[in-house]
């Protein structure tokens, strides 16, 4: 269940988080600090976000690059709401949280991408934006693997990372229904995006056929 900003949600301490966190210290360089794997104490009443401490793997100048595929990718594959489908939204949590997936034990998740259906805000598809530096094993076990146990997971990665991107989704399990490659050509501003890899009547044959891949 996706989850606004401002809905409260139980703890546990025998969650995806908890077992990410324990498993640290084997996949990750010191200087990732375990504590980046939960958010600062939340205010009474709201949930704990879950943190993956490998978004410090990102350049800054990587990370202005990913905001910026991020946008262009939102405005390309995600058209929610449609007229079609009108009960459907698509969030985008950066460079703010606006909404979240509820993970079990109570913690929430904020993939790049966040589509629901409404009013009950059930998460219907989610979707990450990879740079060069973040088609990695560690990113595959703290990002992919527990964001496709919440909704239909899309991944989006570089081109010539497809195939890497696919090898690693293999070797955790994540259950990941599409991989699409995007890169910017010199001197165009469109983004250009390819599919790699789709699960048969994925998610996102629920869009128009002029926003669906090709």
Excluded at 114 to 141: D, M
Aim: glycine share 6%; charged share 25%.
């Amino acid at each position: 269940m996706a989850v606004e900003e401002t809905t409260s949600a139980n703890q546990d301490h025998d969650d995806p988080v908890t077992r990410a966190t324990s498993r640290l210290k084997d996949s990750l360089p010191a200087s990732l600090l375990l504590s980046q794997v939960l958010g600062p104490s939340p205010a009474p009443g709201q949930p704990r976000a879950y943190v993956p401490p490998t978004a410090a793997l990102r350049s800054e100048a990587r990370q202005m690059i990913h905001d910026r595929a991020l946008k262009d990718i939102v405005a390309a594959r995600f058209g929610f709401p449609t007229e079609k489908y009108r009960d459907y939204k698509t969030y985008v949590n950066l460079p703010a949280r606006t909404m979240g997936v509820q993970m079990p034990g109570g913690s929430v998740a904020y993939p790049d991408i966040v589509v629901v259906q409404h009013p009950e805000n059930n998460a219907k598809i989610v979707a990450e934006v990879e740079t060069n530096e973040t088609v990695r094993e560690a990113v595959a076990r703290f990002e992919w693997a527990p964001y496709a146990e919440l909704a239909p997971l899309y991944l989006y990665v570089p081109v010539g990372k497809a195939d890497e991107t696919m090898g690693l989704c293999r070797r955790f399990d994540v259950a990941v229904v599409g991989i699409r490659t995007w890169r910017y050509i010199t001197g165009q501003d469109e983004i250009e995006i390819n599919d790699h890899y789709t699960v048969p009547s994925g998610p996102e044959e629920l869009l128009p056929r002029m926003l669906r891949p090709s």
